[in-house]
Structure formats: C-alpha cells, structure tokens
C-alpha cells in the first residue's frame, strides 16, 4: 500500500470585509464636521432680506417689526413667528415668507388698498385703508380721486363697518360715490352722496348688498334714493 499523505491545504482569506458600520460612522462625522463648517462660514449668515409688494409701509419697518438682525444665522430665522409679527400691522392684507438654502429669505406682502379720505375736524385729510385703518403719516399726494369721509370727529364701529362694506364693492361703484358722511336721523345709517347728486340712505351692515341696486336708479334725476327696508327714490324738489 502507497503510504502517501496528502498535502495539507489552506485557504487564506486575503481579503477582511470591512463592517458596515464603519462607514456609517464615517459618513456621519463627515456630515457633521461639513455642517459645522457650514455653520460657522459667511454662507450660512443672513445679510439682508428680499421684500416686495409693500408701498404704504417701508423694508424698515418690516424688518423692524420682524426683530431680523443682520448676521443672523439661517437656520435661526422663523418664517412662522416673522410672519406672525407682519399680521400684526394693520397696513397688510397677506404676508407670504420663503426661506431658500443656503442663505436667501424673501418676504411677499399685499397691503390694505386706500379706498378714501378722511376729512377730520381740523380740515386735514387722512387716507383710509379698506379695513378702516387711518394713515396719519402718510401723504394723500398721488392717491388720485377717493370719496371723502366726513361728519365723524373719529371713527366709530359705524363709520368702520361702513368703511369695510364699501372697498367690497365693484370698482365702477366706488367710484360713482364722492361723499360718505353719518346719516342725519338713524345712527345705523349712512349717507352716500353720488357724482350725480344722488343722495343714498342705506344702514352700514347692508351697505353691499344695497347699494349695488343704485345702478337702477344712476341714470335718474338728482334726488334722495332709500335703500332701506322699503326702496324709493324721491327727486329733488325745484
């Protein structure tokens, strides 16, 4: 019997396998090590702000009102809580604010439209926003034709209501209207007096719903016209 004995035969594995995890963990300092550069480099810090759609109110005001300081740092600035103070100014209709990596924020609003100007008692004329907010600061230069106010030392929930009914109303409308002063006998009531010399009696709360019938009554006489719970138009006697 060939006594041989059979060579011995080892597998080397030449090639350890690398864990999984370790490069998990290196993928996750790099990330941290990049954002911590990113932090603390020019690219991440807010130097100014974009805003659009504001006249009435300056970028001033509104990066004031914001609290925004420059320098600041993107990841610390809250469009919730800017937008929040916005709302707050009673010149704005909508505010819209969006954040674009690395370091843009801009800032969208729609201003209150001024609808008329109030006559006080001084004789000065003050511009009114559609919500009936009264701009003190601002000059009625440039505004263009608006129907006067009048009749009221300040401007009580009547006068307001009035206000708000009448920037709803189509645009040809308000501009037929030349005059919005307290009605003599009702306090609920208001007067309007038209181009045309139409005087219109109507209460505040129904003033949209009700004046938009005068387009029934514009090519009338001048007169008195009632749009009240009965509607009548009486013409102006000679």
Do not use: C
């Given at each position: 019997m060939d006594g041989r004995v059979p060579p011995l035969r080892l597998?080397?594995?030449?090639?350890?396998?690398?864990?999984?995890?370790?490069?998990?963990?290196?993928?996750?300092?790099?990330?941290?090590?990049?954002?911590?550069?990113?932090?603390?480099s020019p690219l991440s810090k807010l130097?100014?702000?974009?805003?659009?759609?504001?006249?009435?109110?300056?970028d001033q005001e509104i990066l004031k009102r914001i609290r925004?300081?420059?320098?600041?740092?993107?990841?610390?600035?809250?469009?919730?809580?800017?937008?929040?103070?916005?709302?707050?100014?009673?010149?704005l209709k909508e505010v819209?604010?969006?954040?674009?990596?690395?370091n843009q924020v801009y800032i969208q609003v729609q201003e209150h439209p001024i609808i008329a100007l109030w006559l006080t008692r001084e004789q000065?004329?003050?511009?009114?926003?559609?919500?009936?907010?009264?701009?003190?600061?601002?000059?009625?230069?440039?505004?263009?034709?608006?129907?006067?106010?009048?009749?009221?030392?300040?401007?009580?929930?009547?006068?307001?209501?009035?206000?708000k009914q009448f920037a709803l109303l189509p645009k040809e409308l308000q501009e037929e209207i030349t005059s919005i002063q307290p009605a003599p006998y009702a306090s609920d009531q208001v007067l309007l007096?038209?181009?045309?010399?139409?005087?219109?009696?109507?209460?505040?709360?129904?003033?949209?719903?009700?004046?938009?019938?005068?387009?029934?009554?514009?090519n009338h006489p001048s007169g008195k016209i009632y749009l009240l719970e009965s509607i009548w138009f009486a013409p102006e006697k000679m």
């Open positions: 597998r080397l594995n030449n090639h350890s396998s690398t864990s999984p995890w370790f490069y998990l963990l290196m993928s996750l300092f790099l990330l941290t090590l990049i954002t911590i550069l990113f932090l603390r130097e100014k702000i974009e805003i659009g759609g504001n006249k009435l109110i300056s925004f300081v420059k320098g600041i740092s993107y990841f610390h600035f809250s469009p919730s809580e800017a937008r929040r103070a916005l709302e707050t100014l009673p010149e819209e604010i969006k954040k674009s990596f690395p000065k004329l003050i511009p009114l926003l559609a919500n009936g907010f009264a701009l003190k600061k601002v000059s009625v230069t440039n505004i263009g034709a608006k129907p006067i106010v009048q009749g009221w030392d300040s401007l009580n929930p009547v006068a307001v209501l009035a206000l007096i038209s181009k045309k010399r139409h005087y219109i009696f109507v209460r505040a709360h129904e003033l949209l719903k009700k004046v938009k019938l005068y387009s029934s009554f514009k």
